[in-house]
């Protein structure tokens, strides 16, 4: 075949580093709570961040599975995300 996929070592998309970079210092003060449950309003979120949060907030939520916490609940209405830990 004419495409054939190969790792790329040392390579990085300086902007989508730059705003996990950021995202996180939320995951590391989540999983430092040490709480079961943890409800954070998006002011919160924006004070811990450094900037403010939007829909693209929503695509890195997965990665707070690393830090042993599930993105549980996101309300635009009450602006707060429930954060859960992993048993």
């Given at each position: 075949?004419?495409?054939?996929?190969?790792?790329i070592v040392g390579f990085s998309c300086?902007?989508?580093?730059?705003?996990?970079?950021?995202?996180?210092?939320?995951?590391?003060s989540v999983q430092e709570s040490g709480?079961?449950?943890?409800?954070?309003?998006?002011?919160?979120?924006?004070?811990?961040?450094?900037?403010p949060i939007d829909h693209a907030f929503?695509?890195?939520?997965?990665?707070?599975?690393?830090?042993?916490?599930?993105?549980?609940?996101?309300?635009?209405?009450?602006?707060?995300?429930?954060?859960?830990?992993?048993?």
């Amino acid at each position: 075949p004419l495409l054939q996929p190969f790792p790329i070592v040392g390579f990085s998309c300086q902007r989508g580093e730059e705003v996990m970079d950021k995202v996180e210092k939320l995951w590391r003060s989540v999983q430092e709570s040490g709480v079961p449950v943890l409800k954070l309003t998006f002011a919160e979120i924006e004070e811990i961040l450094g900037f403010p949060i939007d829909h693209a907030f929503l695509s890195y939520k997965k990665n707070s599975l690393a830090y042993g916490y599930e993105v549980k609940k996101i309300s635009l209405k009450e602006k707060t995300v429930v954060f859960c830990q992993q048993i």
